[in-house]
């Protein structure tokens, strides 16, 4: 095992250690990267596909990617950002310097990929809803000019509202994280505030020679503020995917 590696077990927590956190992250990384570039083939061969019908004057579908996976793509960029604050939490408590600062190196280079990735994903979910009304508008001349063109504004009428109804769940899932994000973050500093008041206050008791029975209860009650953390890490978790599930 190389140095930063070891390093990166030592800072073990609840979700495993920093290595395997990262790891994970990656592999999140690689599937959002090739979920939106299936985006934007979805969105050239729709471009094509509207530039065809407009030679023919013949008019077609968007077809647009599904809602499915814009959503899908949206969820796993928030989920990598997630572990990009578990990731932030545990590098720090490598003793090594010089670990800590490749780490620091490759946690702040999965966060720059993820936040051009979601930079990537909301431009394009503009791009199409900008395309979305303005095939609607040449839709509505068009039934102007012939009367039997009603069907296609119903579809693009659906299209467009799926799409909208995509970016608005995509919205609430980003708030509800950003919630969970400062939740945890709240708990990892109280964790640590305990941590040092526990050092604190074991050096004074050590010093005054105070029986061990008011050790172990200390310990005891650092156990249940830990247990307490963990208790509110995973109700977060269980209300973002519950309020996942709500709005599918």
């Known amino acids: 095992m190389d140095p930063a590696g070891a390093g990166a077990g030592a800072a073990a927590g609840g979700g495993g250690s920093l290595s395997e956190v990262y790891q994970n992250a990656r592999r999140l990384l690689l599937r959002t990267r090739d979920g939106l570039a299936r985006l934007e083939r979805f969105e050239s061969s729709s471009f094509s596909s509207a530039a065809a019908s407009s030679s023919s004057s013949a008019p077609l579908g968007l077809g647009l990617d599904s809602p499915e996976l814009s959503f899908s793509v949206k969820r796993d960029i928030a989920q990598i950002q997630s572990l990009c604050t578990d990731m932030d939490r545990l590098w720090r408590s490598i003793p090594a310097k010089g670990q800590r600062d490749l780490w620091k190196r490759k946690i702040e280079q999965v966060t720059e990929e993820v936040d051009s990735l979601k930079e990537g994903l909301d431009k394009l979910l503009l791009r199409q809803q900008k395309r979305m009304m303005e095939a609607k508008e040449r839709a509505e001349l068009f039934q102007r000019a012939n009367g039997e063109s ?12 799926a799409l909208q109804s995509a970016r608005s769940s995509s919205m609430m899932l980003e708030e509800a994280y950003a919630t969970g994000v400062a939740v945890l973050s709240k708990y990892a500093e109280q964790r640590d505030r305990l941590k040092r008041a526990q050092r604190k206050a074991l050096d ?10 008011v050790l172990k209860l200390i310990e005891r009650r650092h156990r249940v503020d830990k247990w307490v953390a963990y208790g509110g890490m995973i109700a977060t978790i269980i209300v973002v995917y519950l309020f996942w599930r709500w709005t599918h």
Not at 204 to 213: A, K
């Open 150 to 161: 009603e069907h296609v504004l119903r579809i693009f009428d659906d299209e467009a509202q």
């Open 204 to 213: 004074i008791l050590n010093t005054v020679g105070l029986s061990n029975s």
